[in-house]
C-alpha cells in the first residue's frame, strides 16, 4: 500500500508564509511528478503546481512567483513554499504523487493523494 501525507498548514497572517509538506511512504518503486492541489468551498479542486522526477517545475498563474515547489526524492517528499500569503490563498490544499509501486512493464503511474490540509489566511 502506499500512504501520501500532508503536513504544514495552519492559520497565518496576510503577508506571512508557509510551508507545506508531503510524504510519500509504502510500496513504492518509482516516482513521476509530484504536486498540488487547492480547494475552497462550493469549487472543484484547481491545479497549482507540479515538479517532475528531474526537477522541472510549472505553476498555475495564480500563484506563479508567489508559491515555489521543491522535493526531495531521497524522502519522496515534494514541498510548497507559500509566501505573501493572502486571504484568498485560503483553501485546502491537496498533494499528489504519481506513483508505480513495482517494475511489472504493465503497470501504469497512478496519483496517490494527500488528505489534505487547511491553510486560512487572516487580514
Known amino acids: 500500500q502506499v500512504q501520501v501525507v500532508e503536513s504544514g498548514g495552519g492559520l497565518v497572517q496576510a503577508g506571512g508564509s508557509l510551508r507545506l509538506s508531503c510524504a510519500a511512504s509504502?510500496?513504492?518503486?518509482?516516482?513521476?511528478?509530484m504536486g498540488w492541489y487547492r480547494q475552497t468551498p462550493g469549487k472543484q479542486r484547481a491545479w497549482i503546481a507540479i515538479?517532475?522526477?528531474?526537477?522541472?517545475?510549472n505553476y498555475a498563474d495564480s500563484v506563479k512567483g508567489q508559491f515555489t515547489v521543491s522535493r526531495d526524492n531521497a524522502k519522496n517528499t515534494v514541498y510548497l513554499q507559500m509566501g505573501n500569503l493572502k486571504p484568498e490563498d485560503t483553501a485546502v490544499y491537496y498533494c499528489?504523487?504519481?506513483?508505480?509501486?513495482?517494475?511489472?512493464?504493465?503497470?501504469?503511474?497512478?496519483?496517490?493523494w494527500g488528505q489534505g490540509t487547511q491553510v486560512t489566511v487572516s487580514s
Open positions: 509504502g510500496r513504492i518503486f518509482s516516482i513521476n511528478d
Open positions: 515538479i517532475t522526477n528531474d526537477g522541472d517545475t
Open positions: 499528489y504523487a504519481s506513483i508505480k509501486t513495482s517494475e511489472a512493464t504493465w503497470e501504469r503511474y497512478s496519483n496517490y
